[in-house]
């Protein structure tokens, strides 16, 4: 994937600003499209969506109102993360299947952040967050309150575990990291069901057959 077509949906004018500020950066130009929805909040996911079920964009950015972060804005089943810098941050609750979720994060740190063997904590450690990979935990309110005091009320939502890619940045310090997001878990699905797609056979030795060829 070379050029990321983004449909951007955005809540009120501070979140227009924060996209008119951000494409003044060319670079961003260099490695997506945009297509600015009229429509805002909800009506614009809806039409957003449509436009990614129809092919017009390989993922989407919300941007909430000021003052409010939003988790999922497309309500997709899955598993709900936050992401800052090398902080990935997983929601479950009791109703949900433990194991089931960290299956979920596992396979998402694999293909979709290439981390080949993800290291995955229940808590948040402030001091060593950088020795982990992930944390999955089942205080959402809690969790929710540590992250944001970490990264000083910046970072990225995502919901894994469906096809769409959508995030939500809390921040408009944060909307290029909403877009560099989409772009890095596209591009490593893309390489991590390639290197899958084929795989090489495995070769099957006869030991019997290979001693008798060196006696």
Known sequence: MNILKIGIVYSDQK???????AFEDILLDEICTKTIYEKRGEEGIDEALN???????????FIPAE??????????????????EDLRMAFTNEEDNFEDK????????QREFDIDNPRIVPHLDANNYKTYDAVLTNDMEQGLKDFLQLSQGN???????????????F???????????AKDILKNRERYDEARKNPL??????KKEDNRKHQ
């Not at 988790?71 to 709900?80: H, Y």
Request: aromatic share 8%.
């Open 102 to 109: 960290m299956q979920t994060l596992r396979l998402a740190l």
């Open 201 to 206: 056979p495995k070769l099957f030795i006869d």
């Open 67 to 84: 003052g409010k972060e939003h988790l999922n804005p497309a309500n997709l089943r899955g598993l709900d993360m936050i992401v800052w």
């Open 15 to 21: 979140g227009k600003d924060t996209i008119d500020n």
């Open 171 to 181: 921040s408009a310090e944060s909307f290029r990291e909403g877009i560099y997001l």
């Open 155 to 169: 970072g990225v939502a995502y919901t894994t575990g469906r096809e769409l890619v959508c995030t939500a940045p």
């Open 51 to 61: 436009d990614w079920e129809d092919g017009g964009t390989d993922a989407i950015v």
